[in-house]
C-alpha cells in the first residue's frame, strides 16, 4: 500500500476576505462576518389577480415561470384560480448571471402545451440592492404585458432586489444552483435547516417489592422477577431471593426518556416456571407525564401501583384487574445528570437535563463554513462523476445543516450559526456528506448519504475573541487505507462574555454534581449511552427534511469502542509519549549518578546540598521551576487549532488485514480461516499483556510479603533492619541522613558494583503467590 505524502494531511492557514474585507485576526462587526458574501438576486412572488381565462371553459390553471438567462424555476401549479396566491422566492446566484433581462411569466398549466398568459421584464442594472438589517422590500404589482409589450388583463405581486445569503429569505427560498432538482421532497433535502436534539432524561425505576401475587400454580414457590419496558428498551431485575407471593428486589433499573414522551413504561411480573417459559402474574402502563422529576439527590416518595392480569376468554384478551395484586416503586425522571449521547472525549455538551439547574453561557461560538476544495467523486450520475455535498454541524442540542451545493466538487456554501457556549472545555464536530436523495429521493428508504469527512475543533484551545481561518483535511478511514477525500474552509471565533466566569468553570467538576453524588457504573454508561443516541437517531430521522439516521450516528461517533488493533496501537504509543518525559528524566539522572557531565553533576550536587540544608526551598524551587518552563514554552504555543492527525492515530501505516479487522461487523462475516488467524493474533497480544500484568502482581505481592512471614527468615531480618533504621534515624538528624543518602545514590562510578544492590536482591527474593497458580 503506497503511504501518501504527509504534506497532503496538513492543516492550512488562509486568509479569506469575510464580510467584506480581509480578516487579520481581529474581531469584525458586521453582520454575517465570518463568511464571503455571496451576491443573489432575489424574486418574490407573492399572488396575482384578475388573470383572463385561457380554456374553452374559460377557466385557468395559472403558474408562474422565473427566467434569467439558462435558469428557470416554476412555482406550483392552482387549478381554475384566477387569483391564485404563491409566496415563493427565487434566488439567482450572481456569479452565474449571464443575462441582461429578468423576466416573469404567467402560464397556464396544459397538458399539450401550457398557454402564455401574461410577463413583467426587468433591467437587471435597474434592480435595487437591499442589506439587512433593512426591511423587507415591499411588493408591489405589476400589470402582465404580452409577448409585445403590451398592457393585458391581470396584474402579478412581485418583489425583486439583489442581496446576499445573509437575506432572510435565503434558507427558504429555490436556488438557480439546485435548477437539475426535480420534486418537492428532493428540493426540501438540499435546503439548509437547523435541528434540536430531543430533551433526553434518565428514567429511575427503583423496584422495591410486590404485594400478594397469585401465582398460576400455587404448589411451588415462585421465582418472580419484575420486566421493565420502555419503547426499544427493555430491562428486569434478578429473580427475588425471597420465593413467596410478596417478593421483595430493592433494585434500580435505568432508562432514557426523550420528550416529548410518547410511550409509557410498562411493567410485568413474571414467574419463571420453567427454564424458557416465564407466566405473567400481572402488569401496569405508567404514563411518563405523570411521573415525578428528581433534581437533586433528595429522595422522592414511593407509591403502590396496582397489577393488571390479562387473561384469555373465548379467544379474546380481556383484563381482569387484580387489585389485591400491587407493586411497590419509586419512579422518577433524573433532572439532575446529563445524558451521555456523545463520546465523553468529544462532549459538546455537559449541562443538567433540568434547565433551572442550567448556569449561565459563558460565551459564544460563531461558524462561517466557507467552503471546499478537491472533493472526491461520490457516486455517478448520467455516466459521470458528480458529488452533491453539505456540511452537518453539531454542538450542544443544537444541529445545523447546510443547502446542499448540487454537481460540485468545490462547493460554496458560505453559511455563518452561532451557539451559546457554557462550558469551554466542549468539542464542535463539523461533517461533510453526499446527498443521495436528489430526483426524488428513495422512498424505499435503501439510499444512505455517504459521509466525505469530519472535523473536530475543541474550543479550550481556541483563543477568545480571535478569528480562525484554516482549510482542514477531510480525512476518512477505508478497509484500503487512509484516504484524503478534499479539504474544507472554516471560519471559527470563540467570544468569551466574562473571562472569571470561565476561568471559575475551570475549578468546577466536569459533569453535573449528580454523576459524582450517585455516580452510574461504567456498564450502565454504555448502556445508556447506546439508547440514547438511538433516540437521538430516531427522532432527527423523523424530521422534516430528516437529518438521516447514518449521518446522526457519524456524528455521534457511534461504535467508537469496538475492538481495532490500529487504535489500540495508537493509544500504546500514546501511553509511551506520555511516559517519554520521565523517561528521558530517568535518563538524565542516570546520566548524573554515572557522572557522563562531571560539571553538570558537580552543580547538582550543589544544588542538593542547598536544598538540604534549607528544605524550605524545595516547593518554591520547584513551582518556580515549572513557572519558567511554561514561560519559555510560551513562544512555541501552538497558533493553530488541532486537526486529524494520521500518525498519531497509526491510519497511515495500518495493515491492511488489520483495517479489513476494524471494517467488520459484529458479530463477524468474514470466513472461518480469516477468523481464525486474528484470534490466534489477539490471543498472542493478549499472553503478552498475561506477562506483563503478572509480572506487575508479582512485585505487588513481594511487597505484601516483606510483613506476612511467608518467608520467616526474609521477614525477621526485615523486622530487625525497621527497629535499627527506626532507632538510628531517631537519633539522627534528618539532614544528615537526607545528605548521606543523596551522596551515596551520586557517588563517582569508581565506587558503584555492576552487580545489584544488596536492597534489590533481597526484595528480588520475596516470595510471590505465583506458586500458587495453577
Known amino acids: ?28 462587526t458586521s453582520t454575517y462576518d465570518l463568511v464571503e458574501q455571496m451576491q443573489y438576486l432575489y424574486v418574490r412572488v407573492v399572488k396575482a389577480k384578475d388573470l383572463p381565462g385561457k380554456d374553452v371553459t374559460g377557466s385557468l390553471d395559472p403558474y408562474v415561470e422565473v427566467r434569467l438567462g439558462n435558469y428557470r424555476g416554476t412555482t406550483r401549479h392552482f387549478e381554475k384560480k384566477s387569483n391564485p396566491e404563491w409566496s415563493q422566492v427565487f434566488a439567482f446566484s450572481k456569479d452565474r448571471i449571464q443575462a441582461s433581462v429578468l423576466e416573469v411569466t404567467v402560464k397556464d398549466k396544459d397538458l ?41 388583463k391581470g396584474e402579478l405581486m412581485l418583489a425583486v432586489w439583489m442581496g446576499t445569503q445573509a437575506d432572510e429569505a435565503f434558507p427558504e427560498s429555490w436556488h438557480s444552483d439546485a435548477a437539475t432538482v426535480s420534486g418537492a421532497d428532493a428540493l426540501a433535502n438540499i435546503r439548509s435547516k437547523v435541528y434540536l436534539s430531543p430533551k433526553l432524561w434518565y428514567l429511575r425505576v427503583n423496584v422495591i417489592e410486590a404485594q400478594d401475587l397469585i401465582p398460576g400454580d400455587r404448589s411451588r414457590f415462585p421465582e418472580v422477577y ?59 402502563a405508567i404514563p411518563l ?59 459538546s455538551d455537559l449541562r443538567p437535563t433540568a ?78 456528506f453526499d446527498n443521495c436523495h436528489l430526483h426524488g429521493g428513495d422512498k424505499s428508504g435503501g439510499a ?35 484516504k484524503k477525500m478534499g479539504e474544507i474552509h472554516l471560519a471559527v471565533r470563540f467570544t468569551c462574555s466574562s473571562l472569571m466566569n470561565m476561568m471559575h468553570m475551570y475549578s468546577q467538576p466536569l459533569l453535573p454534581k449528580m454523576h459524582y453524588i450517585h455516580p452510574l457504573t461504567v456498564s450502565q454508561l454504555d448502556s445508556l449511552r447506546h439508547q440514547a443516541t438511538q433516540i437521538v437517531s430516531m427522532r432527527l430521522n423523523r424530521a422534516e427534511p430528516p437529518l438521516r ?32 518525559g520521565l523517561i528521558a528524566i530517568g535518563k538524565w539522572f542516570d546520566q548524573i549518578c554515572n557522572w557522563k557531565n562531571p560539571i553538570t553533576t558537580v552543580l547538582i550536587h550543589i544544588l542538593f546540598l542547598i536544598l538540604v540544608l534549607y528544605p524550605e526551598l524545595i516547593l518554591p524551587t520547584i513551582f518556580l521551576y515549572l513557572f519558567l518552563i511554561g514561560v519559555w514554552y510560551y513562544r512555541w504555543r501552538p497558533r493553530n487549532p ?76 526485615f523486622v530487625i533492619f525497621c527497629l535499627i533504621a527506626a532507632i538510628v534515624l531517631y537519633v539522627t538528624p534528618f539532614q544528615v541522613v537526607a545528605l548521606l543518602t543523596g551522596f551515596y545514590v551520586l557517588r563517582h562510578p569508581r565506587f558503584r558494583h555492576k552487580l545489584p544492590s544488596a536492597p534489590l536482591n533481597f526484595f528480588r527474593r520475596l516470595p510471590a503467590r505465583t506458586d500458587c497458580m495453577l
Open 112 to 152: 399539450v402545451k401550457d398557454d402564455f398568459v401574461g410577463r413583467v421584464m426587468f433591467d437587471l442594472n435597474e434592480i435595487p440592492k437591499r442589506v439587512p438589517p433593512d426591511s423587507p422590500l415591499a411588493p408591489q404589482w405589476y400589470r402582465l404585458e404580452d409577448r409585445n409589450g403590451n398592457k393585458v
Open 642 to 717: 488541532p486537526h486529524m492527525d494520521t500518525r498519531l492515530s497509526c491510519a497511515d501505516n495500518a495493515h491492511p488485514d488489520e483495517l479489513d479487522e476494524e471494517f467488520d461487523t459484529f458479530p463477524t462475516s468474514r470466513p472461518p480461516d480469516i477468523v481464525r488467524m486474528r484470534y490466534d493474533r489477539l490471543r498472542s497480544i493478549a499472553g503478552r499483556i498475561q506477562t506483563v500484568v503478572g509480572d506487575l502482581a508479582t512485585q505487588g505481592e513481594r511487597l505484601q510479603s516483606l510483613l506476612s512471614w511467608r518467608d520467616p527468615r526474609a521477614t525477621a531480618l
Open 355 to 432: 434547565k433551572q439547574l442550567w448556569k449561565s453561557s459563558i460565551g459564544v461560538l460563531e461558524l462561517g463554513v466557507l467552503n471546499a476544495q478537491g472533493l472526491s467523486p461520490m457516486k455517478t450520475k448520467d455516466g459521470r462523476a458528480t458529488t452533491d455535498a453539505y456540511c452537518v454541524a453539531k454542538y450542544g442540542q443544537k444541529w445545523v445543516r447546510t443547502r446542499t451545493i448540487i454537481d460540485s466538487f468545490a462547493p460554496k456554501w458560505n453559511e455563518q450559526y452561532t451557539w451559546e457556549v457554557f462550558d469551554p472545555c466542549t468539542v464542535i464536530t463539523i461533517g461533510v
Open 1 to 28: 500500500m503506497q503511504r501518501p505524502p504527509q504534506e497532503d494531511f496538513s492543516l492550512k492557514e488562509t486568509k479569506p476576505h469575510l464580510g467584506g474585507g480581509k480578516v487579520t485576526g481581529d474581531k469584525l
Open 448 to 482: 444512505r448519504d455517504s459521509r466525505i469527512g469530519k472535523v473536530r475543533i475543541r474550543l479550550s484551545t481556541l483563543e477568545t475573541d480571535r478569528v480562525y481561518t484554516h482549510s482542514y483535511p477531510l480525512l476518512v478511514l477505508h478497509p484500503t487505507g487512509v
Open 549 to 580: 439516521k447514518e449521518i446522526v450516528e457519524y456524528m455521534l461517533d457511534v461504535g467508537s469502542h469496538m475492538w481495532s488493533m490500529r487504535k489500540s496501537k495508537a493509544n500504546f504509543f500514546r501511553i509511551m509519549g506520555v511516559l517519554g
Open 289 to 347: 407525564q405523570y411521573i415525578d422529576r428528581r433534581l437533586d439527590h433528595r429522595p422522592i416518595n414511593s407509591k403502590w401501583y396496582n397489577l393488571e392480569k390479562h387473561i384469555i376468554v373465548e379467544g379474546e384478551k380481556k383484563k381482569e384487574i387484580k387489585f389485591a395484586s400491587r407493586l411497590h416503586m419509586r419512579l422518577y425522571l433524573e433532572g439532575g445528570y446529563h445524558v451521555l449521547d456523545e463520546s465523553t472525549h468529544y462532549s
Open 226 to 284: 419484575v420486566k421493565a419496558i420502555l419503547g426499544n428498551q427493555a430491562l428486569r431485575t434478578r429473580v427475588s431471593m425471597s420465593k413467596t407471593i410478596n417478593p421483595m428486589w430493592n433494585e434500580d433499573l435505568m432508562f432514557v426518556a426523550a420528550e416529548p414522551f410518547e410511550e409509557p413504561l410498562i411493567l410485568s411480573v413474571e414467574d419463571r416456571v420453567a427454564p424458557n417459559k416465564d407466566e405473567v402474574l400481572g402488569r401496569c
